[in-house]
């Protein structure tokens, strides 16, 4: 069993948790992954690590209210345990050698985005972090993110906090005005990644994304995370889940990105109608 040792609610939908997990923060890297159940019923999710404490023996997750596990998750608390988080699985983001980077994260993305930052800042990098959010009431991490950047640009759609407009605005902005980037890693909704690297081709800056499809088993044999990456077939579990964004197929990621979207409304609707039941809501 792991076991919660912290929570913290970082806006309505988005939850921050440190989980008892000595042997996966032993050997947890940025951009790689863990799969979890909450009980021995519950199914296999997968979500990024957005932190390790290798001392404490602790992994922290962040992770968005959308389906009916995260509505579970989002229900337990300090002191509760997990059934199961194995991990760390997929390839760490490579950060050798890179001297000046622009980290580019997108919404909940950005949980993904700031331990990738953190690493880069640790090596001595120079980082410039640009994140994008709906509305300031969505705002993560900015503490985090500002705490291991030289350069800290925060952009909302509607204007409620920061810049008002999208990263590829600021991104390209940054670049017309002289910055030269090594490399953009970038993490987000897959149409957000798509316009990042359409900004970046223009100037031929290598550009990693963070292709997170739906995953089942994270080995590599059920298929459920294939993709196509320079016309062949990817598995984003245990190929990625960082790719060269400029190979990858985007159209085709975006229609499988929203085939399981009513299953997930529907099971998320279940879980809350049960938690009402409960009285727990």
């Keep these: 069993?792991?076991?919660?040792?912290?929570?913290?609610?970082?806006?309505?939908?988005?939850?921050?948790?440190?989980?008892?997990?000595?042997?996966?923060?032993?050997?947890?890297?940025?951009?790689?992954f863990i799969i979890l159940r909450t009980d021995e019923e519950g199914e296999r999710i997968p979500l990024t690590v957005a932190d390790f404490d290798r001392?404490?023996?602790?992994?922290?997750?962040?992770?968005?209210?959308?389906?009916?596990t995260t509505e579970k998750l989002s229900h337990m608390n300090e002191g509760d345990s997990l059934q199961d988080f194995a991990g760390p699985l997929g390839?760490?983001?490579?950060t050798e050698?890179?001297?000046?980077?622009?980290?580019v994260g997108g919404g909940v993305g950005c949980a993904i985005a700031y331990p990738i930052a953190k690493k880069l800042?640790?090596?001595?990098?120079?980082?410039?972090?640009?994140?994008?959010?709906?509305?300031?009431?969505?705002?993560?991490?900015?503490?985090?993110?500002?705490?291991v950047s030289d350069k800290y640009v925060c952009m909302t759609d509607d204007g409620s906090y920061g810049t008002k407009g999208l990263v590829t605005n600021a991104l390209q902005e940054l670049i017309e005005s002289g910055e030269k980037y090594d490399e953009v890693i970038t993490i987000g909704p897959v149409i957000m990644m798509k316009f990042v690297c359409a900004v970046t081709g223009k100037y031929n800056i290598k550009t990693i994304v963070s292709m997170n499809p739906i995953m089942i088993d994270g080995t590599g044999m059920c298929g459920g995370c294939r993709l196509t990456v320079d016309g062949k077939t990817k598995f984003a579990c245990v190929d990625?889940?960082?790719?060269?964004?400029?190979?990858?197929?985007f159209d085709e990621a975006?229609?499988?990105?929203?085939?399981?979207?009513?299953?997930?409304?529907?099971?998320?609707?279940?879980?809350?109608?049960?938690?009402?039941?409960?009285?727990?809501?």
């Design 55 to 68: 001392e404490k023996g602790t992994v922290t997750i962040i992770f968005q209210v959308a389906g009916g």
């Design 91 to 94: 390839n760490p983001t490579e």
């Design 121 to 147: 800042h640790e090596q001595g990098c120079e980082v410039h972090s640009v994140v994008g959010f709906r509305t300031k009431d969505l705002l993560i991490l900015e503490d985090e993110f500002k705490a």
């Design 240 to 249: 990625g889940p960082d790719f060269d964004g400029h190979k990858v197929d």
């Design 254 to 281: 975006m229609k499988r990105s929203v085939m399981y979207k009513p299953f997930e409304r529907s099971k998320h609707e279940e879980a809350c109608r049960l938690f009402a039941q409960l009285g727990t809501v």
């Design 97 to 103: 050698g890179l001297r000046k980077v622009a980290v």
């Design 1 to 32: 069993m792991y076991k919660i040792t912290r929570k913290k609610v970082l806006n309505p939908t988005v939850i921050l948790m440190d989980i008892e997990a000595p042997r996966v923060a032993k050997k947890a890297q940025p951009g790689q």
